[in-house]
């Protein structure tokens, strides 16, 4: 999934010569807080809201170029990239732009649920498992010969280190709802299963804590 595939091309652009009334209107009519700037159909940055309100309504916006912000991405950058300036710049809308810089369309803010969503296969059905792998032990080829020796395969994992630990948190999700040989075979090869997410029972602590009390209750 790139960046120009999730543009959308119905958010106005603005021009330095437009007044700063009409650009705080855009921006309460698409309910955002930058909007793109363009010059000569290139473009030149992104306009913010507080810096509008900072000027008089009959004024260019041409006055405040100085504070427009040159932020954007590539239509060919991963969704990843999108993510990370989102999270960097704190925006309502990130630009898509071409190699000579021409604007391709905006990404809403209000679109990466959607767009996760999407991304990640949540309304793909099938099991979840979390590990905690060591680095030493992680291998992906591994991992999906061990799911797919139970004629099963991995539609979606994601991956992230845990420097409290040192592990790798590794997140799979399996085109199965139930998972019970998966989750035996893993343990075989001695990964440590942390949650689990499916049609199968699985013991964990907790449920072990339960009938533990369950149990001293009965006494």
């Known amino acids: 999934m790139i960046a120009s595939s999730i543009a959308v ?8 010569e ?6 705080l209107q855009n921006m309460e009519d698409f309910d955002v807080q930058e909007l793109v700037v363009i010059k000569d159909d290139y ?3 992104l306009v913010h809201k507080v ?3 900072d000027i008089p309504t009959d004024q260019t916006i041409a006055s405040i170029a100085d504070s427009f912000q040159r932020v954007g ?7 990843t990239a999108v993510l990370d300036h989102f999270a960097k710049h704190q ?3 990130l630009p898509v732009l071409n190699e000579q810089q ?3 369309g905006v990404v809403p803010q209000k679109n990466l649920n959607e767009m996760l969503a999407l991304y990640l296969g949540v309304a793909l059905p099938g099991a979840i498992l979390v590990f905690s792998v060591s680095p030493y032990q992680y291998s992906l080829a591994e991992m999906s010969r061990l799911v797919e020796t ?5 539609v979606q994992l994601n991956s992230i280190f845990d420097e409290a630990t040192g592990a790798y948190i590794i997140t799979i999700k399996i085109n199965k709802e139930e998972a019970q040989a998966i989750v035996a075979t893993f343990q075989r090869y001695e990964y440590q299963l942390l949650h689990y997410f499916g049609n199968t029972p699985i013991n964990n602590d907790i449920e072990d804590h339960y009938h533990h009390l369950m149990n001293y209750l009965d006494v």
């Open 102 to 104: 021409e604007c391709l």
């Open 73 to 79: 991405v590539l239509g060919t950058a991963h969704i």
């Open 18 to 23: 437009d007044k700063a009334g009409f650009v």
């Open 9 to 16: 091309q119905s958010f106005p652009m603005m021009r330095l």
């Open 150 to 154: 139970n004629n099963a395969q991995i």
């Open 91 to 93: 925006l309502s809308i």
């Open 43 to 45: 473009f030149i940055g």
């Open 51 to 53: 810096d509008v309100l």
